[in-house]
């Protein structure tokens, strides 16, 4: 009897609502998971089956699968994983599956020429010839057989056509070395032994348990979940592990650990890797051939074929959350991957998020404490600096006791770190003949001045333009002038304060990728910088052993505006950037510039005290209804016309769903009213921890239809609020 026909649901990494039914050809012999090649309208595209039924597609005719690709097929779990972020996010399934297919976006490297010795006696043997042919016994690039064989390539051609060395061509593979979790582990003290045993024992356990590794600065939290990262690997061969980190620069300090460790090192996954280099490291987690991964938050879409451990360390960090195309919350997801793969997860921080610590305080996490720095090395003294009792020198930006103890510093041959965290030279450009501020086209966005480029950048859109010598607005001539400092600015001054001084900026401007960020890092580790001026890039995660003294040029920066989490980020900030002073013998110190020394998160800094902090802030979130006790959605809408946009906002508020537990402000005008020529406006939704809050916004978004020329955007758990 024939084998009724079969339906093959494939989803198409683009962001449409479902997937779409298909003929799947039996000679295809299709999975689910495979990718495959299928028609959409006039176009054939990618996409991956994830589902199959027996069944015909009833009064229509189903187009077929064209082909199936050699590609490693993607996980179960992975799929489950993309359709639960969709949904979370309230966002079409195609988004997160294309963040998954990324790595296969590149060209496959081509296939890489090998020569070999045949055995066979060429016509005529020269010296040269015969230490060719005793160099290719095995297969071997030609450059590197020329080179070996000290001839010219011009020797290879003739023994390549007379058979006396043969031709073969193979698939570069991704270079990935076998870490060896039995290499002896360092010294730990006791509080660092016990936290590394709660954590092997959780991974030996097995199953899905979330774990907070919170420990001050310095306490040796990396050496920690190290022995975590080698529990899982013993517990089979095919056993992976996911470390997420926040920034490019944080991979060069933790990939050496991991190489130090475990005697290899580990696979790099973040958008400095090249696109041929990332198509092969995505083939070789599918595979399973990568048994360590390190990477950004988007390496938590990869295929992993055995996920036994994830590690997300400085869980903290506001980089996890991406804030454009597919919305998410890398932290959060990655509790959630962890769940569906049925492994535990640690969230690792010297600043746990308010949300990680009210989980931990509950006892949904498990919480493992580290009070004290690793050895010796005891924390830094934390000094306030009233700017109200302790002004810079005109047109200067340090105080005199900051610029008095980066002299001593450099006396005693110790390194100082000036932390702003504010990109390029000044934040606004100003007209002195018409008050002119200049904004980047159509966009409400200041235009930073970088001087190192002579150029005024849009960091919000990109755009840039030299700078102009005269005003835009006016024409008048020399009238602009530069308002506030910058890393850049900060730079000149100590340049100018301390002449025979070796300085650097390490900011995302200065420092392109991770092969600059690396470099830098050595140069500061090996004491070849003497005074660092750098944004948060350089506040967290590194170990400077002779970098003594930190100096904050302005503390209150982040507490300015309304976003709900200003004061605990501004002191998660403060608290690390603090933390790279004294990590090893020396003593370190902080001076930290403030104009309002009385603010609780100066106080809080002050008196080292995280936990009446944390208490403060989270019964000001309850009493107000905030996070972690409700939950929030952003509804960011943007279009052309002011007012087709007003009209359409107002009609969105209408049709929100009329339910129990569940709060809508606005619309109200974005703080960035206007970017790229569209005007913006936002909705807040406040929520009950009871109401299912993606449920709720998908019912939402399905009763209204944007016109064409509006934008309409879903956030889920907003962190910012421009």
């Known amino acids: 009897m024939d084998r009724a026909p079969r339906i093959a649901q494939v989803l198409l990494p683009l962001p449409l609502a479902e997937a779409f039914d298909y003929a799947a050809p039996e000679e295809l012999n299709l999975a689910v998971g495979d990718h495959v090649v299928a028609p959409l309208g006039p176009r054939l595209v990618r996409g991956v089956v994830v589902e199959l039924r ?17 590609d490693p097929p993607l996980p179960a779990r992975t799929l489950e994983f993309i359709v639960w972020a969709a949904r979370y996010a309230v966002d079409a399934p195609g988004r997160p599956l294309a963040m998954a297919l990324r790595g296969l976006g590149a060209q496959a490297p081509a296939p890489q020429r090998r020569l070999t010795a045949t055995g066979l006696a060429p016509s005529r043997l020269t010296p040269a010839r015969a230490r060719v042919l005793a160099a290719a016994r095995e297969p071997i690039a030609a450059a590197d057989l020329a080179r070996a064989a000290q001839v010219s390539p011009g020797v290879l051609k003739p023994l390549i056509a007379e058979g006396a060395l043969a031709e073969s061509w193979i698939a570069p593979a ?28 959780m991974v030996t356990d097995g199953g899905f348990q979330v774990a907070l590794l919170d420990g001050v600065t310095g306490s040796g939290k990396t050496e920690v979940y190290l022995e975590a990262v080698a529990a899982a690997l013993r517990l089979r061969p095919s056993a992976q592990v996911l470390v997420l980190l926040p920034e490019i620069a944080l991979t060069v300090s933790v990939l050496e650990r991991f190489e130090r460790r475990f005697g290899a090192a580990p696979v ?37 074929a055995d996920l036994a451990l994830i590690v997300v360390d400085e869980e903290h ?37 308010l949300e990680t610590l009210w989980n931990a305080a509950s006892g949904r996490y498990r919480w493992l404490k580290l009070e004290a720095r690793h050895g010796a090395a005891l924390l830094p003294a934390v000094t306030l600096l009233d700017l109200r009792v302790h002004p810079p020198e005109s047109g200067g930006w340090l105080s005199p006791p900051l610029v008095q103890a980066m002299a001593e510093t450099l006396g005693r041959g110790e390194q100082s770190l000036l932390f702003l965290n504010r990109r390029g030279y000044a934040p606004l450009v100003l007209c002195r003949a018409c008050g002119e501020r200049l904004k980047a086209p159509d966009t409400d966005s200041w235009l930073v001045e970088h001087r190192y480029s002579g150029r005024l950048v849009c960091h919000l859109t990109g755009f840039s333009m030299p700078r102009p010598k005269r005003c835009p607005h006016c024409q008048a001539e020399d009238s602009l002038v ?11 001054e100590a340049a100018r304060l301390f002449p025979d001084a070796r300085l650097a900026v390490f900011s995302s401007d200065t420092v392109g990728g991770a092969a600059q960020a690396r470099a830098l890092v050595e140069a500061m580790t090996a004491g070849e910088i003497d005074i660092l001026i750098a944004t948060q890039a350089a506040a967290k995660g590194h170990d400077f052993p002779h970098l003594t003294l930190v100096g904050v040029v302005d503390a209150d920066l982040g507490l300015r505006g309304g976003d709900l989490r200003a004061a605990e980020r501004t002191f998660q900030l403060l608290t690390q950037v603090s933390g790279r002073a004294g990590r090893r013998e020396q003593p370190g110190r902080a001076l930290v510039q403030t104009w309002i020394p009385d603010h609780p998160v100066m106080a809080a800094l002050i008196a080292g005290d995280r936990d009446a902090f944390a208490e403060v802030e989270l ?35 209408r049709a929100a769903p009329n339910t129990e537990g569940v709060a809508i402000y606005g619309p109200a005008d974005a703080p960035l009213g206007l970017v790229r020529g569209r005007r913006r406006k936002r909705i807040l939704v406040r929520a009950d921890r009871s109401v299912d809050l993606a449920a709720y916004m998908e019912a939402w978004r399905a009763r209204v239809r944007p016109p064409a020329a509006i934008r309409l955007t879903v956030d889920i758990d907003p962190y910012s609020f421009l």
């Open 54 to 70: 027996d069944g015909t597609g009833g009064n229509r005719a189903l187009k077929a699968i064209a082909a199936r690709l050699d």
């Open 482 to 492: 530069s308002v506030g400092p910058g890393v850049e600015r900060i730079a000149e």
């Open 268 to 304: 790099e996954w973040h958008s400095a890797v090249a696109p041929p280099r990332r198509r092969l490291a995505w083939e070789a987690v599918a595979r399973g051939e990568a048994r360590i991964v390190v990477g950004a938050r988007s390496a938590l879409f990869l295929p992993f």
């Open 317 to 353: 960090d506001g980089a996890y959350k991406q804030e454009d195309g597919f919305i998410y919350h890398a932290r959060d997801l990655a509790v959630v991957r962890a769940k569906i793969e049925g492994c535990p997860v640690t969230l690792a921080s010297a600043t746990p998020s």
């Open 174 to 201: 991704a270079a990935v070395a076998t870490p060896d979790p039995n290499l002896p582990c360092p010294d730990l003290n006791p509080s660092q032994g016990a936290a590394a045993k709660a954590l092997a024992g």
């Open 619 to 653: 019964a000001e979130r309850r009493d107000a209804g905030l996070p972690p006790f409700a939950r929030l959605a952003a509804v960011i809408l943007s279009g052309p016309d002011l007012a087709a946009l007003e009209a359409f906002a107002d009609s969105v508020v």
